[in-house]
């Protein structure tokens, strides 16, 4: 006759094939996971960030928070000199339009571009808004965006919308 065994010795060899399996299934899954990421990391789709939460990675700008500061302040409708008529600081718009151009890589900051576009408009001058809007769309598909820090900003999706509503007032209509 066939002894069976008794229950404590077969749960003990399932136990024992279990702390066998396990490990092993644990390393498959750590091989695959560091493969997947090896590839996601080379391929550049998967980034690894070593600072904390609180710290701003921003990418050195030519149009950066020196001009980004004296272009909300321009833009910013306040009652200036002797008026009490809440307006614009044309002077300081003059000032940053004949400034931006001399900036080197102005034409690659989109901040920059956002800020001549927006002076552009201002001095209802639809062809340099034209070419700012076309240098934005362009650095636009370039996965490049304007600072957040800039004022009175709008979607880019609007700027045609604008761009023909200058035309349209240039030319008197």
Known sequence: MEQTPFSSQAQQKKHSKALVIIPWIGLVLF????????????????????????????????????LINKYNAAMSFQERGNSTEATLDTAALNELKKDIPTKEGYATDPTCQTMLFWIAVQDVDAATAQTALTALNKLHDEGKYVDSNLANNAPLS????????????????
């Not at 701003?56 to 928070?65: H, L, M």
């Not at 045609?160 to 209509?173: A, K, N």
Request: hydrophobic share 40%; net charge neutral; with cysteine.
């Open 31 to 66: 091989v695959v996971l560091a493969a997947a990421g090896g590839y996601l990391y080379a391929t550049k789709q998967l980034t690894l960030n070593t600072h904390s939460a609180g710290v701003a990675n921003r990418a050195t700008a030519v149009c950066g928070d020196v």
């Open 158 to 173: 609007t700027f045609p919308d604008t761009v023909r509503s200058l035309t349209i007032e240039s030319q008197g209509q």
